[in-house]
């Protein structure tokens, strides 16, 4: 009789807490969607009402799209249930749109037929010296419900949950809270400008949360280290979040994205036995490498075996063997032929060289995105004879400020003037802005007219970067897909007409190389949805049988946020210092987003300041395993389809 401990899986053996894994955010949200809708129908079938603890920002947005979803067209009714709200900023008005009463009611409440009297949220207009009793009143609410029955988390970059902060003592209940200026920084996306974010919050306690019967941390994309960190690390006040450990009914729900860290994913030969293919051999050797801290072909046998290793030497051999394995791996990703070289066949070689010169299109998701993340290679693809477009995804209007707009408007006032130009139509347009503008409220949405020349100065500056590397006005394409276009940090999801836009301009180039942004950590979601768009064009285009596409690769680059792990890469283009500063002063062009940045999310920095560090480390990290140091490199992964 078989043994049944030795088909025990320890995949998740490092985990001290649930997770499940998804592939996308929709089918996560739809999993805990359905999780909370049977509870929700359980107590109605008991006649009971069902207390809902509700988390806000941008994790939950899909679960509350997904429970709109089930009450309109599956019936799902929300009249026995009674709501508590996890926090809400200090002080702030209930209606502006940054507030959390807002958000809840604009994503969830209007939509769904919830008796407004069982919905329940810090109150951030009160006078300071009531919210002490407010909070008290509020946990006593919360007690007279019965408790909470379903509580939902988000979790941030610092293992906050609700407005906990780190250090935050296990014993606290809800309080008016001072935000850690991590966690405002990250918040800022929502605001014009970090000066805008509340300072202060009022927060559930993590006493609150953790007397909840049933919790769910969802987390997607970008939270990836903290989700290591609070899953398998140990219980500790510097990781609020980590005190879920304690909880007898807590579930992470989480995409791929945000689980690459966890040991099974980063380490999978720590716990078990994996399928040893070229990829999998070429992360775990330049990981002991950056662990070791040694180059890839000075790792010895000893480094395998000390670092759990031993079963790849078993089933592989040599160590020096596999060093070198991994070595041409390496090597072969770095080249200066981003487009292939002409008239040569270079095994390994990361990019064609028999179609020359080639048809090149760059998917830029913001006006700014395809100089910042690939300014090197863009530049390069021209100098090197490639007919080179730039498909402009998204207007960007959002992310200029009323400052330069005054400024711009200042500007074509005066010309206008100092030439005598009499356009009666144009300077009441212009007078008309500048009147908005001079007297618009805080959080107030901007007009279409001033959204249509923020969309202008960014397209000037988009053309005028187009120039710089080489590039005539025709090869500049604005595609202002509708998604984009609410005049609100909030976007809408993929619709056809983005598709059909997006199709059209790939068909009109028919390009052999498509570049594109598979950075989903940009924390608006805009680089999520225009990589969607682009992936759905292509796979309609295939199924179409169009012959240019068999011939047509794709290339991802990472944007401002993050980069490509190093044993991800496929291809690494090397910069030279002059190379370099060349890029910088490309990404200066873009003067409305240069100093300050409105939504720029958790990483204070201008975005050159990003993209140099991030290349700079790369072209490190490559040195440091004992390829060639050069000053700076961009890298890509390939996309099969």
Known sequence: MPNPRLNVDLTDSFEKIPVKIFSTPKEGSAYVAYEIAEKIRESQQNGKSIVIGLATGSTPISLYKELVRLHREEGLSFKNVITFNLDEYYPIEKEAFQSYFSFMHRQLFDHIDIDHSNIFIPDGELPKEEIKKHCQAYEQLIDSKGG??????????????????????????????????????????????ISQVPRLAITMGLSTILKAKKIFLMAWGMKAPIIAQTVEGDVTEHVPASFLQQHNDCTF????????????????????????????????????????????????????????????????????????????????????????????????????????????????????????????????????????HVGYQTSGNIAVTDEFVTRFLDFAVGFEDMFGIDNKTSKELLSSAQMFLAHKRKNERDTPEIRAIK???????????????????????????????????????????????????????????????????????????????????????????????????????????????????????????????????????????????????????????????????????????????????????????
């Open 455 to 641: 969309g202008l100065i960014r397209r000037c500056e988009a053309k005028a970067t187009c120039r710089y590397a080489g590039l005539t006005d025709d090869r500049a394409h604005f595609l202002n897909l509708p998604f984009y276009e609410t005049g609100t940090i909030e976007k809408k999801p993929m619709a056809e007409e983005d598709v059909q836009i997006t199709i059209a301009l790939l068909q009109k180039i028919k390009p052999h190389q498509v570049f594109c942004a598979g950075d989903l950590a940009d924390p608006h979601g805009t680089h999520k949805v225009c990589l969607d768009i682009i992936f759905e064009s292509m796979r309609r285009l295939k199924e179409k049988g169009e012959e240019w596409v068999s011939d047509c690769w794709i290339w991802l680059y990472k944007g401002a946020w993050q980069e490509w792990g190093i044993s991800e890469i496929e291809m690494a283009i090397p910069m030279s210092p002059d190379q370099l500063m060349k890029k910088r002063f490309g990404i200066f062009i873009h003067q409305s987003q240069k100093d300050m940045v409105p939504f720029q999310g958790s990483d204070s920095r201008e975005f050159w300041q990003r993209a140099e560090e991030r290349n700079k480390n790369t072209a490190n990290l490559y040195a440091q395993l004992g390829m060639t140091q050069y000053s700076a490199m961009e890298a890509f992964v390939r996309w099969h389809y």
């Open 148 to 193: 909470i029955d379903v509580q939902i988390l988000g979790i941030g970059n610092n293992g906050h949950i609700g407005f906990n902060e780190p250090g935050s003592s296990i014993f606290s209940r809800t309080r008016l809270i001072t935000l850690d200026n991590s966690t405002r920084i990250a918040n800022a996306r929502d605001f014009q400008n």
């Open 253 to 388: 729900v989480i995409d791929e994205t945000a689980a690459t860290e966890l040991t099974r994913f980063k380490s999978p030969w720590l716990t078990g036995e994996i399928e040893w293919t070229p990829a999998s051999i070429k992360k775990a050797v330049v990981n002991l490498a950056l662990k070791t801290k040694k180059p890839v072909l000075s790792l010895t046998s000893h480094d395998y075996n000390e670092n759990g290793l031993g079963d790849l030497l078993v089933e592989k051999g040599d160590a020096y063997e596999i060093n070198l394995q991994v070595f041409y791996m390496l090597r072969d990703t770095i080249t200066g032929w981003p487009g292939g070289k002409p008239n040569s066949v270079i095994p390994g070689h990361p990019e064609r060289s028999d179609i020359q010169p080639k048809r090149c299109l760059i998917f830029s998701p913001h006006p700014d995105d395809d100089i910042i993340s690939m300014g090197g290679t863009f530049m390069r693809l021209v100098d090197q004879g490639h007919e080179v």
